[in-house]
């Protein structure tokens, strides 16, 4: 069990690292949105309709 911890903590140590890596500014205009607009994070879905 312990060894399962330390794995999971690893594991998010290092996501957490390499997130600041993959951050990026992603203009919305005037896209449709919820919620307010000085929120600390903004998540964006990508979708392709085919």
């Known amino acids: 069990m312990?060894?399962?911890?330390?794995?999971?903590?690893?594991l998010l140590v290092?996501?957490?690292?390499?997130?600041e890596q993959k951050r990026?500014?992603?203009p919305i205009g005037d896209s449709p949105s919820l919620?307010?607009?000085d929120a600390p994070v903004t998540i964006i879905e990508f979708i392709d309709f085919q």
């Open 35 to 37: 919620g307010p607009a």
């Open 2 to 10: 312990k060894r399962i911890l330390i794995c999971v903590f690893a």
């Open 14 to 19: 290092f996501g957490m690292a390499h997130a």
């Open 24 to 26: 990026a500014d992603v």
